[in-house]
């Protein structure tokens, strides 16, 4: 990284797919050039794997930027706190040498997600008619009981008798929901419940305003990153609803969900991996077909970081990236992954949507719409060479060339950062 310029003012990045692009590899690379890294939405049901050296580590709550020896590291107010996970990681980093002394904060007003909300995930789910496909972590549960005004905040954990008070009349109304628990559950849920009461005292230390840290940060000139998790494509309001995560996962909600103004972000970077996958269900317009969707799960390594459920994959997929160029008003892209299509012979992308009324090229609102649809794809040479020891545009063979500048033109945000294999040092920076 040395002679690259600091990065300055406040970016945000974004997946601009089903999650799982690898924003975690491209905000370790940012980190280095930051001062403040922050997540901005989203609970434990993230996962960002991230390699340094020969160590791996998957960060479901704490940001990729902890990694690096200094930054300081926020949990905004929009994020969901499972406690106890947050925790083992805070011991799992301290165990193998990370030091996290005074690098991480979490927002007052983030609320807390508590075991009783596993309990009602599972509920819902079983009882759902359509499954979601939901992580069963409770991330869910803890934004209906935010919306609902019924959820317990860190500003909460402050006065011991009133956390008590929340915390029993929340398992009154779990307990009221699952319509009874049997003896096995509600003892193993009061266990749970009793190690997260238990970890208050642990938290309050931790506990900031982000709005006024990432403000205060950014008048001093530092640097500062805006991470979300999961994709464009499972936001709340922008993605295929119903199968979608229960936050705003789009660039907006970065401010919301750390206590800024949208003025004070001045870039967009989205994430794109130069295919397409997706977890969990609901609709994957450009879906291979089983024997190339079983080749490219095993070339990129498509199982997920938390579940380790397989991921369904398809070429690229340029009505979302157009979309997700919108929805975010991306100022740039980074395009990961690029090395998992070294040995394809030929690479498509998907222009259009075809369906009986004609030509889509907008991203439908209707989700069920979106399952009938036939991927119109432009097919490009395939490179069928090694990209990973690329460290400029000028390193890439000119067919992967050709692949970026074709998914450049179609997203309509110009590419600011390729990955080519999972190490720090594998990325090209386009300036
Ligand atoms: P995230 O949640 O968006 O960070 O994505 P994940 O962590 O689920 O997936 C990223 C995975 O892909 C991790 O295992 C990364 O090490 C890996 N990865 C990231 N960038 C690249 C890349 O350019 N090439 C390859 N081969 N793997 C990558």
């Known amino acids: 990284m040395a002679g690259r310029a600091r990065t300055r003012g406040c970016t945000v990045i974004v997946g601009c797919q089903w999650g799982d692009e690898g924003k975690g590899k491209i905000v370790d690379v940012l980190a280095e050039e930051v001062d403040v890294v922050a997540r901005y939405q989203g609970g434990a049901n993230a996962g960002h794997t991230v390699h340094v050296g020969e160590k791996e580590f998957i960060l479901h709550q704490i940001p990729s930027g902890i990694l690096h020896p200094g930054k300081r590291c926020l949990l905004g107010n929009g994020v969901v706190l ?200 609901g609709p994957l317009p450009t879906a291979f077909d089983p024997e190339m969707d079983e080749r490219m799960r095993a070339l990129g390594g498509e199982f997920g970081a938390t579940t380790g459920r397989p991921r369904r994959c398809g070429w690229f997929d340029a009505v979302l990236a157009r979309h997700a160029a919108r929805v975010n008003g991306l100022t740039g892209i980074a395009v990961t992954k690029l090395d998992v299509l070294d040995t394809l012979a030929e690479v498509s992308v998907a222009t259009a949507y075809r369906t009986p009324q004609g030509e889509m090229t907008e991203f439908p609102a209707d989700t069920f719409g979106l399952d009938r649809v036939e991927p119109v794809l432009e097919t490009l040479p395939g490179w069928e060479s090694s990209t990973g020891a690329a460290r400029s545009l000028d390193d890439l063979p000119p067919n992967a060339r050709r692949y970026l500048d074709r998914v450049e033109e179609l997203a309509g945000a110009p590419v600011r950062m390729v990955s080519v294999g999972t190490k720090r040092s594998q990325i090209i920076h386009v300036e």
């Open 82 to 281: 499972d406690l106890v996970q947050f925790f083992e990681e805070v011991d799992a980093l301290q165990a193998r040498g990370v030091d996290l002394e005074g690098r991480v904060g979490v927002s007052r007003r983030a609320h807390l997600l508590l075991p009783y909300h596993r309990v009602l995930d599972r509920v819902a789910e079983e009882a759902a008619e359509e499954k979601i496909g939901t992580t069963g972590r409770g991330i869910g549960p803890a934004y209906e009981d935010k919306a609902g005004r019924r959820g317990i905040r860190v500003a909460d954990l402050t006065d011991e008798r009133r956390f008590g008070e929340l915390v029993e009349r929340g398992m009154d109304r779990a307990r009221a929901r699952a319509g009874g628990l049997g003896a096995e559950a509600e003892a193993a849920l009061e266990r749970a419940m009793a190690e997260a009461v238990a970890l208050r005292e642990r938290l309050l230390p931790l506990a900031v305003d982000t709005g006024v840290e990432v403000e205060s940060a950014l008048d001093r000139g530092e640097g500062v990153l805006l991470e979300g998790a999961q994709g464009t494509a499972l936001d709340l309001d922008h993605g295929t609803y119903p199968y979608v995560t229960s936050s705003n996962t789009t660039a907006a909600a970065a401010a919301t969900g750390i206590g800024v103004g949208p003025t004070r972000i001045s870039e967009v970077l989205g994430v794109v991996k130069a295919y397409t996958t997706r977890v969990g269900n």
